[in-house]
Structures are given as structure tokens and as C-alpha cells.
């Protein structure tokens, strides 16, 4: 910081500022962030702006005022619509996080739809982000008994563990823990999340998939849910936790291509300690859905996912958590429990 360079000295401001938020020092959080924004600022970043609007939102949430919270979340959002189109696309996964912020910040879900509507209005460029923006009540198709289901009293050999870095780890005892350690994810180069799967046979074509997931531990989030898998281009998965106890989170990977499809929060009537996630796929189609209870259900998105065959179906963890939704050190990473797995359709290799 001594040196002078405006860039190299907003970032640790924005470091600091975010030690400040795990150890709960609000106050020096805004101070540090808002320094950290004069210097993106008189050295002309692009996205600089965009996050530290972003982050002193959320430290605004913790201290509940949600009027400036709401403000800051709209100034990140102006900062990020400045960016040229062939930039502004690049960081599409964090419009996760910033969308999870306006719906917390938000009086209710109407307020929330009205906003997001108007941001569409306001620079259609946005609209290529996400498909669905929130969450939709909708019915599912009730099924009969699955062929195919799992309460993880033991583990059965259907399921293959996979931990690209072997540092992660899961446990089975009346229900299954995956636990994942920092930084572990699926997005971009990083394919780094554990995982357990199991396979589908070569007849697939209609299949619904659906777990239960809860947080396995008080000192740790809980962030993870279903995936479905055929190689590491091409996978689809769907997320709780990872932008908020109740947010739910659905995008992959596409040839290749990382994509976003819906995101959306449960909402806080409906909170409980389980939250469902089911994904039903059909003629090349996957269409995702939530629940906290199991009877009201909300759409979350749908997208393109072709399967030929080898397709993997099961459950995995996220380890990058955000620290400014999160607030504290977890140097252990996350822990997820899925009690309860069904699988509907297909076959079972």
C-alpha cells in the first residue's frame, strides 16, 4: 500500500474490509470498503465498483438496514452495466450473489419482481443472464414408488466416491455428510467438488431425480445439492445454500460452456431445516424445482441437456463459500447431509 498503486491498494481495502465482516467489525467493513471504491474509482477499473458496491450491501444486510442495502446492490448494478457486453457476459455467476442481495434486501417478493423487471427494462443486455430470476410456484408430477431410493443408513455399492484432490471426504450414518474443504467447486477450470454418483443405463429418457438436503453442522455452511453428470463439459447441477440459507442455484456446464439457468429463494415462510431439490428430465430437457416441505414446490428453470448414454446421477458439496454472506473464517470448509435420495424412470446399471 506504501508504493502507491491505486489498484493494488483498493484490493487490500476490500480484504481488509472483508476480515472485518468475518470478525463482525461492521463499522470498519464500510469504512475500508468505501476507501477501496475511491481508489477503483480514480484508477478507472472496470469491475472494481462492481464488486465493492456488491459487498458493502451485504455488510449493510448484517446490519439490517435493507434501504442501503437495496441502494448498494442498484449502484453494483449500474457499475456493472457500464462494462462492454463482451465483458459484461464474463461474470455471469455473479449475478447470483447480487440478485440473492436485491431479494434479501427487498420488502417482499412483489417488490423483488417489480425490481427485476425494471432492471430488464432498463438494459435488456440483462436479460441474457439468467433465464428465471425467482421462483416460480408450480405442481410436479406425483410420482409411485421409485425404483431406485436411498435413506444413507449404509452405503449401498451402487455409489461411486469421486474427490479430485482426495481432500475432501463423507460419512454415512443415518443419513450422508459430504464434506468439502475451501475453494472446492464446479465452474470454470475448477472441477474440484466431491462428489458421490451413481450410473444410469444406456436407456434413459424420461428420469426425476430428488434429494433431501439439510446443514450437517452448526460451525460450517451448508452448500450443495443434486448433479447430474456425463463427462466434465457436460454436467447440470442444482444448489442450496451457496448464496444464502434458503437460495437455490441452477446452471452447469454445456459443452464445454459454463452456463447459468435460474436461481431463486425459498421463501421465509416456507424456511425449514430440509430443503428438497429435484430435477426431472425429459425428451432433452432438465426442469428444476425446490421445496421446503415437500408439498409446496417452486420451478427454478429449464434447460437443453442432451443424453445419449453414461449418464451419472447423485449429490455433491461446495467448498467456495462467500464470506460476506458467511461471516467468519470456516477454516474446515462446508458440510451438507442428504437424507433421503429417489430416483424415478430409467434404469439402474
Not at 417478493?109 to 410456484?137: G, H, M, N, V
Not at 475448477?190 to 439439510?214: G, H, Y
Not at 450437517?216 to 440459507?245: E, K
Request: a negative charge; glycine letters at 8%.
Amino acid at each position: 500500500m506504501a508504493v502507491g498503486y491505486a489498484p493494488d491498494m483498493a484490493n487490500c481495502h476490500c480484504l481488509i474490509g472483508e476480515i472485518a465482516i468475518c470478525q463482525n467489525e461492521y463499522a470498519m467493513a464500510i469504512t475500508a470498503f468505501k476507501q477501496a471504491l475511491l481508489l477503483y474509482q480514480d484508477a478507472k477499473s472496470l469491475y472494481g465498483p462492481v464488486q465493492i458496491h456488491y459487498r458493502l450491501g451485504r455488510t449493510y444486510l448484517a446490519y439490517k438496514n435493507y434501504a442501503k442495502a437495496l441502494q448498494c446492490f442498484q449502484e453494483s448494478l449500474k457499475a456493472l452495466a457500464k462494462i462492454e457486453s463482451a465483458i459484461l457476459l464474463q461474470p455471469a455467476v455473479r449475478f447470483f450473489p447480487l440478485l440473492s442481495g436485491l431479494e434479501e434486501a427487498c420488502a417482499d417478493s412483489s417488490a423483488f419482481r417489480a425490481l427485476c423487471q425494471q432492471i430488464q427494462i432498463e438494459d435488456p443486455r440483462f436479460k441474457a443472464f439468467l433465464t428465471q430470476w425467482y421462483l416460480e410456484s408450480t405442481d410436479i408430477k406425483r410420482m409411485h414408488e421409485p425404483f431406485a431410493q436411498d435413506e444413507f443408513k449404509i452405503l449401498e455399492d451402487d455409489w461411486t466416491w469421486y474427490d479430485p484432490f482426495d481432500d475432501c471426504s463423507y460419512k454415512v450414518r443415518d443419513a450422508l455428510t459430504i464434506y468439502a474443504v475451501n475453494g472446492r467447486d464446479l465452474w470454470y477450470i475448477n472441477k474440484s467438488a466431491p462428489r458421490l454418483m451413481r450410473d444410469l443405463s444406456i436407456e434413459v429418457s424420461d428420469l426425476i431425480v430428488q434429494v433431501m438436503s439439510e446443514q450437517a453442522s452448526d460451525d460450517r455452511p451448508a452448500a450443495g445439492g443434486l448433479l447430474l453428470w456425463l463427462d466434465d463439459q457436460n454436467y447440470l447441477w442444482l444448489q442450496c445454500g451457496r448464496f444464502g440459507s434458503r437460495d437455490i442455484a441452477f446452471g452447469g456446464c454445456s459443452g464445454n460452456k459454463d452456463i447459468v439457468v435460474g436461481r431463486g429463494r425459498l421463501p421465509r415462510e416456507k424456511s425449514s431445516e430440509h430443503v428438497f431439490l429435484r430435477m426431472e428430465y425429459t425428451g432433452g430437457k432438465v426442469k428444476a424445482f425446490c421445496s421446503a416441505d415437500n408439498e409446496q414446490w417452486f420451478s427454478i428453470g429449464c434447460t437443453t441437456f442432451l443424453v445419449e448414454s453414461g449418464m451419472q446421477v447423485g449429490v455433491h458439496a461446495i467448498g467456495n463459500i462467500d464470506r460476506t454472506i458467511y461471516h467468519g473464517a470456516y477454516p474446515d470448509g462446508v458440510a451438507i447431509r442428504f437424507t433421503s435420495f429417489q430416483l424415478w424412470g430409467g434404469k439402474g446399471s
